[in-house]
Structures are given as C-alpha cells and as structure tokens.
C-alpha cells in the first residue's frame, strides 16, 4: 500500500489524482511543516489558523463537545470553530508540544 502524501493549499488540503492509478487520490505535504503549523496554529489560539487545518466538511465527533456545545457531532468548520471557541475560553493556557510524527499508509 503506497503511503499517504497530502497536498496543501490556502484553502485547505485538495486531492491530487495519480494519472497511472486515476481511482487513487494521493496529497503531497511535508508531515513536520504540517505538524508545525498544526502545533502553531493551536498555541497562537487563533481560530483562523486552527480551523485552517479543517476540511469545510468536517465531521467531528466528541463526548466534550456535547458538554460545551449541546451536540456530540458537529458537521463543518463553523459548528467546529464555535466548539473550539469556547473550549479555548475555558483553557486559555492550553498549550501543544508534537513529540512525534508518523507517515506512512
């Protein structure tokens, strides 16, 4: 199984169809910058940064989000950002440090 490459734009990740496999849909990214950036977005505590790292339909499930923001499952970046928002007042010194990247399959 080839590895998973992941390609960045401004506007988020985009596929990047392989001509010899036209079903494959591969990324190019290099996963420290990612890692980086992820980790910078997060301690700058900047939701535009943060929710840079989120596809615009996003599904993301998480038993706190249901405490903070009355639903389990928040579909797309604005229902994410207002999760992040508030989770963020709540922990103002919430800091990241990436201790390890994996890549692979």
């Given at each position: 199984?080839?590895?998973?490459?992941?390609?960045?734009?401004?506007?988020?990740?985009?596929?990047?169809?392989?001509?010899?496999?036209?079903m494959?849909?591969?990324?190019?990214?290099?996963?420290?910058?990612?890692?980086?950036?992820?980790?910078?977005?997060?301690?700058?505590?900047?939701?535009?940064?943060?929710?840079?790292?989120?596809?615009k339909?996003?599904?993301?499930?998480?038993?706190k989000?249901?405490?903070?923001?009355?639903?389990?499952?928040?579909?797309?970046?604005?229902?994410?950002?207002?999760?992040?928002?508030?989770?963020?007042?709540?922990?103002?010194?919430?800091?990241?440090?990436?201790?390890?990247?994996?890549?692979?399959?």
């Open positions: 199984m080839p590895q998973s490459v992941l390609k960045c734009s401004p506007t988020g990740l985009r596929p990047v169809h392989h001509e010899k496999r036209p494959m849909t591969t990324y190019t990214i290099d996963p420290w910058k990612f890692a980086q950036d992820w980790q910078d977005g997060w301690n700058s505590h900047d939701l535009d940064r943060i929710m840079a790292h989120y596809h339909d996003v599904v993301f499930r998480s038993v989000a249901q405490a903070l923001v009355g639903r389990g499952e928040l579909i797309g970046r604005h229902e994410l950002r207002r999760y992040w928002a508030e989770a963020l007042e709540r922990q103002p010194d919430l800091k990241f440090q990436v201790q390890e990247v994996f890549q692979g399959y």
